[in-house]
């Protein structure tokens, strides 16, 4: 029987293979994958490939897995029409979500509602409103609510007649975000009670670029906060109304917006943004940390990389900016540190894109210690290639930048000189400012000062502070006070403009002015690590200060009303992020010995997840993979592979007849626990997923990808594991975890 089966297999296997090789060889070239069966859609009704949705391709890509009631959403009561309680919490969840901007969440909430409730037309109106940056996906959504609308309410209805409108293909994107704001106003004139089309109605407004009256926008947002002062979308849409305007308008909301949805990492951001408007760079600071630490134990908890959620980059690079306000030096190079060492993606976050975690993390970490004069950190961070700088036009000029300076003020000539030549041999991007500055400096060290400071005068990059410090250097004492004045009064709160300041009036002679400077400098720079050199030369100068009978002054900062009571941030999560650990799993492979995860501690591992011996598109991978099983071992990294067949049909693959060799391990799990522990299964439709995941040699996952189609992309693998052994060497960001 044995025998018969194998036959039989074989036969379905071999069907496989020769359609692959057959589509491989009529390829250009031969190692090309064949091009994987089409999903099901309204133009291919078939039945969907392995791992796609039955319900067509806008169901493919999103979340999967099943959604949970999450502490800290926001208190919304969103009425729809199902008979089913949990279905309607999931919806009222999905809306405090949506006002939240956290979409992946919103859709999945909305996807567990549906699962729930399949008739409730509204869980996919929530679908769709979760996907405002995938207008095809949303239209997909939509379909699927229109199919459902005999059951509508009149005001389901006009919020789907709305929807519609704002993801209508046809038309330019003024006319459907006008056409979007008319039907919203219509609901808020038949059901005036609905606060959250109020909220909307504000928020469409404020999207919509031309504002008549923002305070006319206000007093809408009012009338949601009298009626229902939690609201977390009349906070958020009211500090997005007045952000870079009148900051101060928001100051209550920025206030209780994150205590109002403690669970969502936007909801502590966006209070950031207004304190960073009025200047108040530590409220700004502990705004941001807040965000980072949400992120980073929700993404813990919940299995999630930074790369999938779309404005965590944003979120962390604006709290490094933050801490360098106040002088928390060492906090935020571990957080821009953290961003540059963070996982890559072949789709999400290369390296032309400019608001990727590591190009902003280079960005700041490389800018954090030209302010605070680490040039031999600096020095290191880029010779060790921790800084690791793409070849971009936009990078290779930070590096050739924050090196000269770096350079310059260690006095290195020859150095300073390769620095402007590296600039000079840039082609695109504009290099003049930061060439300017550069060659200023290379002639202020010959003593060349006059041509000095003309090129100075064309470095429209160089912080005043800098400039400061330059005519310090070349004893233009009256030009130095001054410029120090400027970059105080232009940088208003930041703590390094003010220590040079103290520094420079000590220096010129003018000492109870000196005085007076550390005292705005003392509660500003009450967070500030004093071990940078800016610092240590303060030092003696307070100390000789004191010796002379002066107090220094308090460094305590008043409390106001706002922002009395707060949350202690360091109970909301770890500062930076960190891998999570893989999950356990021993099976049996082909041979009958267990392969245990567990034995490969000191190695990388790529798991594979497939969907079986008859996948056709799984081949391709499992095809990609074993040509380059021993290029991976070379790279410290084991591949294996996990069925969902049972032992014998995975058996019948690895020993195939048609001499196709799978040097990899190939391990059964037709009961699919494995594939449901790594979250590579559709808990809404109970059918596996396409997965392949990069455990490093300490057992921490650093890249996954599950999908409806299975990841092909060898050589990213390959550069991605070199890497993760590197960032594993120089012991990353531990000390930022804390």
């Known amino acids: 029987m044995r025998s018969e089966r194998k036959v039989r297999g074989t036969t379905a296997l071999a069907a496989a293979v020769l359609t692959l090789a057959a589509s491989v060889a009529r390829t250009a070239r031969s190692d090309e994958p064949a091009k994987p069966t089409a999903p099901a859609s309204e133009t291919n009704p078939a039945v969907p490939a392995a791992g796609h949705s039955v319900h067509g391709e806008a169901f493919n890509d999103g979340p999967r897995r099943a959604a949970r009631l999450m502490p800290g959403m926001g208190k919304v009561s969103f009425a729809v029409s199902t008979s089913k309680p949990e279905a309607q919490a999931f919806v009222n969840q999905g809306v405090g979500q949506l006002h939240s901007f956290f979409y992946f969440e919103a859709e999945r909430s909305f996807r567990q509602a549906s699962t729930i409730d399949p008739a409730c037309a509204m869980t996919y109106w929530g679908m769709a409103q979760a996907n405002v940056n995938n207008p095809k996906r949303a239209r997909g959504f939509l379909k699927e609510a229109r199919k459902r609308a005999a059951s509508l309410s009149r005001r389901e209805t006009l919020y789907l007649d709305a929807a519609e409108a704002l993801f209508k293909e046809a038309g330019d994107d003024k006319s459907r975000k006008q056409n979007y704001l008319n039907a919203l106003e219509l609901i808020v004139q038949e059901f005036p009670d609905d606060l959250d089309a109020r909220a909307w109605l504000a928020m469409a407004n404020w999207q919509h670029g031309t504002l008549p009256s923002r305070q006319a926008v206000d007093v809408v947002i009012d009338t949601v906060l009298q009626a229902e002062p939690v609201h977390p979308g009349a906070h958020h849409y009211r500090i997005h109304l007045w952000d870079d305007v009148k900051p101060a308008r928001a100051e209550r909301s920025a206030a209780v917006y994150g205590k109002n949805a403690p669970g969502i990492a936007h909801a502590w951001h966006m209070p950031g943004h207004t304190y960073t408007g009025l200047k108040r760079y530590a409220d700004a600071a502990y705004q941001q940390e807040a965000s980072a630490r949400v992120d980073h134990a929700y993404m813990a908890r919940d299995r999630v990389m930074p790369f999938e959620i779309h404005n965590y980059a944003h979120n962390n690079q604006w709290l490094v900016t933050s801490l360098s306000h106040i002088g928390r030096v060492r906090d935020g190079i571990a957080v821009a540190r953290n961003l540059v060492e963070q996982p890559r993606d072949p789709n999400k976050n290369g390296k032309n894109d400019g608001g990727s975690p590591q190009r902003s993390g280079r960005a700041r970490w490389s800018e954090v210690l030209t302010r605070y004069e680490m040039w031999d950190d600096l020095i290191a961070a880029t010779e060790s290639g921790a800084l690791d700088w793409s070849d971009v036009p936009a990078e290779r000029k930070q590096k050739a930048y924050t090196l000269g300076l770096a350079y310059a003020a260690k006095g290195d000539k020859a150095k300073l000189d390769e620095q402007i030549a590296a600039l000079k041999g840039i082609k695109g991007g504009s290099v003049d400012a930061a060439l300017a500055e550069l060659e200023g400096h290379a002639l202020l060290l010959k003593g060349e000062v006059g041509p000095a400071f003309e090129r100075f005068a064309k470095a429209t990059e160089m912080r005043p502070e800098a400039l400061a410090r330059a005519h ?67 030092a003696p100068i307070v100390a000789s200060w004191k010796a002379e009978g002066w107090t220094p002054p308090s460094a305590d900062v008043p409390t106001d009303d706002l922002t009395a009571g707060r949350v202690d941030v360091a109970t909301l999560g770890p500062l930076a992020w960190a891998p999570f650990p893989a999950e356990p799993f021993a099976k049996p492979d082909t041979t009958g010995a267990t392969w245990d995860l567990a034995g490969h501690k000191g190695r990388n591992v790529v798991v594979l997840f497939f969907l079986g011996g008859k996948c056709a598109h799984c081949m391709q991978q499992l095809t990609l993979f074993r040509k380059e099983v021993e290029s991976l071992k070379a790279l410290n990294t084991d591949v294996v592979a996990l069925s969902t067949d049972d032992a014998d049909k995975t058996r019948e693959l690895k020993e195939n007849q048609e001499g196709l060799k799978f040097p990899m391990p190939i391990l059964a799990d037709p009961g699919l626990d494995v594939f449901k522990r790594y979250q590579a299964y559709d808990d809404f439709e109970g059918v596996p997923l396409h997965g392949t995941f990069l455990i490093d040699a300490d057992g921490n996952v650093r890249f996954q990808r599950v999908s409806a189609d299975p990841f092909l992309d060898v050589d990213f693998i390959k550069a991605e594991a070199a890497r993760v052994d590197k960032v594993r060497r120089g012991g990353a960001t531990a000390t930022a975890a804390r």
């Open 472 to 538: 310090l250097a070349a004893r233009n004492f009256g030009s130095a006070e001054w410029a120090a004045k400027s970059a105080v009064e232009k940088q208003p709160n930041q703590v390094p403009p003010l220590a040079a300041q103290v520094e420079i009036l000590h220096a010129v002679g003018k000492t109870k002015e000196a005085r007076e400077a550390y005292k705005t400098l003392a509660p500003l720079a009450k967070w500030a690590d004093t071990d940078t050199p800016v610092f240590r030369r303060l």
